[in-house]
């Protein structure tokens, strides 16, 4: 199934998410008499991880609902352009991106496996409070820096149990669901331009440039796991204003869901909720120096997930 986060009656509320529509779950529960699943609406009404697998109790009774193939056609469905889509996790303990994790031709096994062995995941964090935003959502191209803003199509990873030291093999049993990422990132963050040089600066400024409000856009929906048993088989693609930049498949990851999951466990405990980025492929505006100008509009869609739509403006408009 594919969860949201939306705004109903000035409210955050949580639904079913169905590409041009969606459906309030507490509507849901009230055409179907679940009692339970009403009953954790109304502790829960906007904290959907008690919605997702493995161990959310209301993903249990939400999901024998949809199993019984009788009840979404007594219940009305809200059109998603009447909407505001919110991030699907509202609150995650953790926001972890990879810096690097795609080959732009996929290399033959040999090659990959030298690569796992010999290198490791670069990983770092965004400030979820005040990055993340849903779709639909306007990012503002900051004042301080406002010309090398770039665009990252990223296949976002949600915990759904607590682990640490979390095996390889078992590591996707630990993952609720799947989401569309894009970290936008300011490829030209210098602060105080002026200053004297450094050792560490260029560190400094590449991690400031991944900071910038609403810069993680991510959505429309969560697919929970169960619907994509294999992550490393999903098509991929970003445009602007109706143009293609990124077009990939997760097959092309240089680490995998798996072992990125069970590398990020072995020196920190994932919690329900946290967010894995897994990293962007090729064809990022850095590398042609073609980047965001106020107007754009971008659409990152994932197969099985859904398209996460971004425009950009500026501080000045």
């Known amino acids: 199934m594919r969860l949201c986060r939306f705004v109903k009656n000035h409210q955050p509320t949580l639904g079913l998410y169905q590409d ?22 109304h502790n829960h009404p906007d904290d959907i991880n008690h919605f997702l697998p493995p161990e959310g109790r209301g993903f249990t009774h939400l999901k024998s609902i949809l199993e019984s193939g009788n009840v979404l056609h007594k219940v009305e469905s809200l059109a998603i352009d009447s909407v505001q889509l919110l991030p699907p996790i509202a609150r995650p303990p953790k926001l972890l991106l990879l810096a690097g994790n795609y080959v732009e031709h996929i290399m033959e096994q040999g090659d990959l496996a030298a690569e796992r062995a010999h290198t490791f995941p670069y990983v770092f964090m965004k400030p979820p409070s005040t990055t993340l935003v849903g779709s639909g959502a306007q990012f503002v191209i900051p004042s301080i820096s406002p010309y090398k803003i770039d665009y990252e199509l ?23 669901g799947y989401t569309v990422v894009n970290d936008i990132s300011d490829r030209g963050f210098k602060p105080n331009p002026a200053r004297q040089e450094r050792p560490r600066d260029k560190f400094f400024d590449w991690q400031h440039g991944k900071w910038h409000d609403g810069s993680c856009p991510i959505g429309p929906c969560l697919t929970t796991a169960d619907e994509i048993p294999n992550p490393q088989m999903l ?23 798996a072992e990125i999951v069970s590398f990020i466990s072995s020196f920190l405990t994932l919690e329900v909720g946290d967010i894995i980025s897994t990293g962007t492929p090729s ?17 990152a869609s994932i197969e099985n997930i859904g398209t996460l739509m971004t425009t950009i403006t500026s501080e000045s408009h």
Do not use: C, W
């Open 20 to 41: 041009s529509s969606l459906i309030a779950l507490r509507d849901l529960a009230i055409a179907s008499d679940q009692t339970q699943l009403s009953e954790q609406l």
């Open 154 to 176: 990223e296949l976002g990873v949600i915990i759904g149990r607590k682990g640490k030291n979390i095996p390889v093999d078992h590591a996707l049993s630990y993952v609720a």
């Open 235 to 257: 098509s991929m693609k970003l445009s602007i204003d109706g143009t293609i930049r990124q077009h990939a498949s997760t097959s092309q990851q240089v680490f995998s869901v």
């Open 283 to 299: 064809g990022v505006g850095n590398a042609t120096g073609d980047y965001l100008k106020p107007g754009q509009r971008i659409e």
